[in-house]
């Protein structure tokens, strides 16, 4: 697990995503301390994570504001992730928004991640300013968060 605070990117407190907590998982480590970096930059509380299960243990400890998952990992994939998130989801009636990122850009390998319970598609590699805005979208429609510990 790499956790990366708000407060260490110049600027972070005034960032878009300022006050959310965020869980993102990918199974490389170049590529999650990037998304980690551009999410924290921009405010948010991030927890990074290598691998599905824990990921999915983050999730339940850390109740964040939205879950980012690359879909192609070794052992449990972004799909297998999100299908036992939903899981989760249903149990505590409520709905944990989770973005797809994968380099795989097919309509098919879109469309199976929507079917299995993601809320949005991004293909990578990620335009950080594309990352941040489809988050903070998201986030936005929600609410500001009243806390981020």
Do not use: W
């Not at 809320?119 to 981020?148: H, M, N």
């Amino acid at each position: 697990m790499t956790t990366v605070r708000a407060d260490e990117p110049p600027g972070a407190a005034d960032g878009r995503l300022a006050g959310f907590r965020i869980v993102v998982v990918d199974d490389d480590q170049d590529t999650l301390d990037v998304e980690c970096f551009i999410l924290a930059k921009e405010g948010a509380h991030v927890e990074c994570f290598q691998s599905v299960a824990q990921g999915l243990e983050a999730v339940e400890r850390l109740r964040p504001a939205l879950v980012i998952s690359d879909l192609a990992m070794p052992v449990e994939d972004g799909i297998a992730f999100v299908r036992r998130l939903r899981v989760l989801d249903r149990r505590e009636d409520q709905h944990l928004p989770v973005v797809a990122l994968s380099a795989h850009a097919s309509d098919y390998t879109r469309n199976e991640a929507l079917r299995a319970g993601f809320d949005l598609f991004l293909r990578k590699p990620i335009d950080p300013r594309v990352l941040v805005d489809a988050i903070s979208g998201i986030l936005e429609s929600r609410g500001r968060p009243e806390t981020a510990g």
